[in-house]
């Protein structure tokens, strides 16, 4: 097991086994398999426990036969909206994130997110993790996307629009 992550055996008769995993923080259980020396793979019944699932092995045919336990876990990161952004001149959204911009994804999931300025403003920069890009023009909406490697933060700079105009005498 990766150092954090934890499996305990809760109930063992001869014919049942149940166990609890749980993932360290920033990890989740991508797959469980009980493997029999055959290689063949027994179906195991799965429930949610805080922070983690119940598995139950059984065997209606007597004792569980020798085998091995395999626990994969997965990376999981939090894509979020910067708290600081101006919302009074633009706004980032990110695709599938709930009500406070926060989206769980696995390592190099595809994270999708818009940056608007708001009538009057423009974008002048966005920041994705340690990566800023910055715009000239009147720039008012982008739509991108990046691959998840880490806990990102997404912001953006927002300035009034700067109009131009010429008068020309006859």
């Given at each position: 097991?990766?150092?954090?992550?934890?499996?305990?055996?809760?109930?063992?008769?001869?014919?049942?086994?149940?166990?609890?995993?749980?993932?360290?923080?920033?990890?989740?259980?991508?797959?469980?398999?009980?493997?029999?020396?055959?290689?063949?793979?027994?179906?195991?019944?799965?429930?949610?426990?805080?922070?983690?699932?119940?598995?139950?092995?059984?065997?209606?045919d007597?004792?569980?036969?020798?085998?091995?336990?395999?626990?994969?876990?997965?990376s999981?990161?939090?894509?979020?909206?910067?708290?600081d952004?101006?919302?009074?001149?633009?706004t980032?959204?990110?695709?599938?994130?709930?009500?406070?911009?926060?989206?769980?994804?696995?390592?190099?999931?595809?994270?999708?997110?818009?940056?608007?300025?708001?009538?009057?403003?423009?974008?002048?920069?966005?920041?994705?993790?340690?990566?800023?890009?910055?715009?000239?023009?009147?720039?008012?909406?982008?739509?991108?996307?990046?691959?998840?490697?880490?806990?990102?933060?997404?912001?953006?700079?927002?300035?009034?629009?700067?109009?131009?105009?010429?008068?020309?005498?006859?």
């Open positions: 097991l990766s150092q954090g992550n934890s499996i305990s055996i809760t109930d063992v008769e001869g014919d049942i086994i149940e166990f609890n995993i749980t993932p360290r923080e920033g990890y989740e259980i991508e797959k469980v398999e009980y493997k029999l020396l055959n290689n063949a793979v027994r179906d195991m019944v799965s429930s949610p426990i805080s922070g983690g699932m119940k598995y139950k092995l059984s065997n209606e007597g004792a569980i036969p020798n085998g091995t336990l395999l626990v994969t876990f997965s999981v990161y939090t894509i979020s909206v910067d708290e952004i101006d919302t009074d001149k633009g980032v959204t990110i695709s599938g994130s709930d009500k406070n911009g926060v989206l769980k994804v696995k390592d190099g999931d595809t994270v999708n997110y818009t940056v608007t300025a708001l009538k009057g403003y423009q974008i002048d920069s966005i920041t994705i993790g340690d990566v800023t890009q910055t715009y000239s023009g009147n720039t008012e909406a982008i739509s991108d996307i990046f691959a998840a490697q880490s806990n990102t933060k997404i912001s953006a700079e927002f300035s009034k629009k700067k109009f131009g105009l010429s008068l020309g005498y006859k």
